[in-house]
């Protein structure tokens, strides 16, 4: 059996959860399926995993500002409609296809958001974290994107690539699916990013402003 909490343990678990959903179970149910099949004789609580991407979890209330937010995932919630946490993307998102990015939304975003930025990373490529799309001034009042979508007025920054915009996955043939790690964080004041910002020039700007994060977990392999 994989390790609890390790990438095989994720691959093994998503796949399980594929076969469960071609069979006709529910998504909400063949989450829980798979699950329960992968960790029956395994009932510890699964451990963080090493190699994400830079950042602190957060933990405390929701709402609070700084660090001390929310134990379950930073206060805001994302979501997709394009695929589920921790489950294969499609290939219309990758750069073998469309590349196009997928549809995300979220809720929760605390009062006194004065801006939103999005961020994607792959952690498992094969030079280090690789950035997939980052994206800011996101006006508040803005609850989601549809796929492709980039609303007036936002500032995309560069990708791995050296492009503005969206970098699909492109991960090594062969390679165990890559994790594609979604986050929308809420800030308090402009976070004042250009085309060619970093994420830790990100991460600098959220530093004493962050009021929430939310993330989502996509997988692409070749």
Not at 45 to 71: H, W, Y
Not at 131 to 154: K, Q
């Amino acid at each position: 059996m994989p390790e609890p909490g390790s990438h095989k343990d994720d691959i093994k678990r998503t796949r399980l959860r594929n076969d469960y959903e071609g069979e006709g179970v529910p998504d909400e149910y063949a989450d829980e399926a798979a699950n329960d099949r992968l960790h029956r004789d395994d009932p510890l609580p699964r451990e963080p995993r090493t190699g994400e991407p830079a950042g602190r979890r957060p933990s405390g209330e929701p709402g609070a500002k700084g660090v001390e937010r929310d134990a379950e995932g930073g206060g805001t919630r994302l979501r997709s409609s394009t695929f589920n946490d921790h489950t294969l993307l499609p290939t219309r998102c990758s750069r073998d296809g469309e590349n196009i990015s997928p549809e995300l939304g979220w809720e929760a975003v605390p009062e006194g958001t004065r801006e939103l930025a999005l961020l994607c990373e792959d952690p498992d490529a094969p030079s280090g974290v690789f950035v997939r799309w980052l994206m800011s001034g996101i006006p508040p009042e803005v609850t989601g994107l549809n796929e492709g979508e980039v609303p007036s007025g936002v500032t995309q920054s560069r990708n791995g690539f050296g492009e503005l915009g969206w970098g699909g996955p492109h991960p090594p043939a062969g390679d165990e699916a890559h994790r594609y790690f979604f986050r929308v964080y809420a800030s308090d004041r402009p976070l004042g990013l250009g085309e060619d910002s970093t994420p830790e020039d990100l991460r600098r700007a959220l530093s004493g402003s962050e009021l929430a994060h939310g993330n989502i977990v996509g997988l692409y392999e070749r």
